[in-house]
């Protein structure tokens, strides 16, 4: 059974690029056939996340139009052999792709691959409706701010009201300090005002911006950021895994600085 | 429903977030903005009066999307009222 999942937020900025291309690369790593959809038209990242950027020739544009095969414009993972990538046009915009072409071309992907993962733009438009019309399970990612959370749950609301009947939470760039100095709503909070099962929460971690640099998906990788990409992608295969502990370096590093500071002030 | 304490003690961030979402989200989500809530209000301050002495400014109304447990929708989105009366006979 070929799942089609579609990673949206509303707001722009929250990760969705960075969680479509962990997510993703986790379940090519634990053997999935995978392909990632950027629907992103107009304004493509996934394949510069994915360090893929070189190797484009045609979009899904071309596909969509008829310039090519399916298969030609996929662009095959350098790192997992099973997991494929299919780049978004740059050169134009959201109106070149319509619903009814989405689900065409997707029904075809579904028949050779184990997961369609749709990295969705940010916003409620046509590229919204693009990306959401062949889906049928989400993940929405947000981040413990008030405008992300606000714009997540719009985004809920239009999914129930498509008939998704899996919506699944992910809150990203989670910083336990402020949520400790009660600076920062807590993961429950979030889950409590969205009222949406859980899958996982990704802690502020610098390494994603230095895999990001690289074009180097972390998932898997020994980072906070990595462990938390894993057991979401874990999760999304169904496994139960619990929720991972917070980073205990920074509390490390913290009570460290703090002993050297008392010996300074005696 | 405001804690008497919290008018003593300043409110982290965090929770003054969680607060004014939820406010929001009600608002958003219902689709019905807070000046038509508040006009709700003037309207059911104004039938109630007919009958009791309330307190028209400590009442509150909110939609809650929590529903009652008498009904199986879990999401239905329910309006409450909190209206203090002051006088129970008729005026």
């Keep these: ?266 | 429903m405001k804690n008497i304490f919290s008018v003593f003690k300043k409110k982290k961030s965090g929770e003054v977030a969680k607060d004014r979402l939820k406010i929001l989200l009600i608002s958003d989500r219902v689709n019905c903005s807070p000046e038509i809530l508040e006009r709700i209000k003037a309207d059911i301050a104004e039938v109630i009066s007919k009958y009791m002495k309330i307190d028209v400014e400590t009442m509150e109304i909110q939609i809650s999307k929590t529903g009652m447990k008498s009904m199986n929708a879990s999401k239905t989105p329910t309006l409450y009222a909190n209206i203090p009366i002051l006088d129970l006979r008729n005026k």
């Design chain 1, 1 to 266: 059974m070929s799942e089609v999942i579609v990673v949206t937020s509303g707001k722009g900025g929250v990760g969705k690029t960075t969680t479509s291309a962990n997510v993703g690369t986790g379940l090519a790593s634990l053997g999935k056939k995978v392909v990632l959809i950027d629907t992103d038209i107009g304004l493509r990242n996934l394949d510069v996340v994915m360090g893929l950027e070189n190797r484009i020739v045609y979009n899904l544009v071309d596909v969509v139009e008829g310039n090519c095969r399916i298969k030609q414009a996929l662009i095959k993972d350098k790192r997992y052999p099973s997991l494929y990538l299919m780049p978004s046009a740059q050169t134009r915009d959201k109106s070149s792709v319509n619903p009814g072409q989405m689900k065409k071309m997707i029904a075809a992907l579904k028949e050779q691959y184990d997961y369609v993962i749709l990295d969705c733009p940010a916003g409620i438009e046509q590229g919204f409706q693009n990306a959401i019309a062949a889906a049928d399970r989400a993940i929405v990612v947000t981040t413990p701010e008030v405008s992300a959370i606000r714009d997540a749950d719009r985004i809920i609301g239009l999914l129930e009201a498509n008939d998704f009947n899996k919506i699944d939470l992910v809150v990203n760039r989670v910083r336990n300090d402020l949520i400790k100095r009660g600076d920062m709503m807590s993961i429950n909070d979030v889950v409590d005002i969205l009222s949406i099962p859980l899958l996982g929460f990704v802690p502020d971690d610098e390494n994603v911006v230095i895999a990001t640099n690289q074009g180097e998906p972390l998932v898997g990788s020994n980072t906070y950021a990595g462990i938390a990409y894993m057991n979401i992608t874990k999760r999304v295969t169904g496994l139960e895994v619990p929720l991972m502990e917070f980073p205990k370096t920074v509390t490390f590093w913290t009570r460290v600085s703090e002993i050297f500071k008392k010996k300074q002030e005696v």
